[in-house]
Antibody, heavy 115, light 112 residues
Framework: EVQLQESGPGLVKPSQSLSLTCSVTGYSITSNYWGWIRKFPGNKMEWMGYISYSGSTSYNPSLKSRISITRDTSKNQFFLQLNSVTTEDTATYYC?????????WGQGVMVTVSS | DVVMTQTPPSLSVAIGQSVSISCKSSQSLVYSDGKTYLHWLLQSSGRSPKRLIYQVSNLDSGVPDRFSGTGSQKDFTLKISRVEAKDLGVYYCAQTTHFPNTFGAGTKLELK
């Protein structure tokens, strides 16, 4: 069974970087596509980007150059870094297997951007 | 970006009732391979989203056949027959045909 679990700080100060880890079990991240999605207060969902089985990445243009997704295949983990955060980045962040239309999701981590 | 318009934003239902949720896209969701990458997700209270249906009409494993998805091109519908309490939550349509992937705004299904 594929399982994903996000981890990282729940509070980040404005202008700093948000860093999250997604640990995957039951499936190798060297197969398929692995993405980050966030849900804002009020239900809006936004696809942030993904890292592919080969390590290539694709990002939502709305995030411009603030986002980076990387991976560690030896640990079967992938990572999100979002730079220069503002209060607008307050959301619940999910990792998901996205190559098949979001077939598996992590439990999510709520991140608040506040001083 | 492809805009996904979901209606209604909320639905109040009685147990046993049937309901439908509409999802309309601003562009056709047919990909160059001929497939349509429109999916339906449910987020129950306090839980992460769970996919129910992929590529318009294919039920995920374990999803009861009370759920059905139909549609084509730009117009899609999720139907839930004989609603049960465990069906309550927020339903989203999502498209993965076009870059960037986008989601509908959600339809909250609650008890009348």
């Amino acid at each position: 069974e594929v399982q994903l679990q996000e981890s990282g700080p729940g509070l980040v100060k404005p202008s700093q970087s948000l860093s999250l880890t997604c640990s995957v079990t039951g499936y190798s991240i060297t197969s398929n596509y692995w993405g980050w999605i966030r849900k804002f207060p009020g239900n809006k969902m936004e696809w942030m980007g993904y890292i592919s089985y080969s390590g290539s990445t694709s990002y939502n243009p709305s995030l411009k150059s603030r986002i980076s997704i990387t991976r560690d295949t030896s640990k079967n983990q992938f990572f999100l870094q979002l730079n220069s955060v503002t209060t607008e980045d307050t959301a619940t962040y999910y990792c998901a297997r996205s190559g098949d239309g979001y077939g598996n999701w992590g439990q999510g981590v709520m991140v608040t951007v506040s001083s | 970006d492809v805009v996904m318009t979901q209606t209604p934003p909320s639905l109040s239902v009685a147990i046993g009732q049937s309901v439908s949720i509409s999802c309309k896209s601003s562009q056709s969701l047919v990909y160059s391979d001929g497939k349509t990458y429109l999916h339906w997700l449910l987020q129950s209270s306090g839980r992460s989203p769970k996919r129910l249906i992929y590529q318009v009409s294919n039920l995920d494993s374990g999803v009861p056949d009370r759920f059905s998805g139909t549609g084509s091109q730009k117009d899609f519908t999720l139907k839930i027959s004989r609603v049960e309490a465990k069906d309550l939550g927020v339903y989203y349509c999502a498209q993965t045909t076009h870059f960037p992937n986008t989601f509908g705004a959600g339809t909250k299904l609650e008890l009348k």
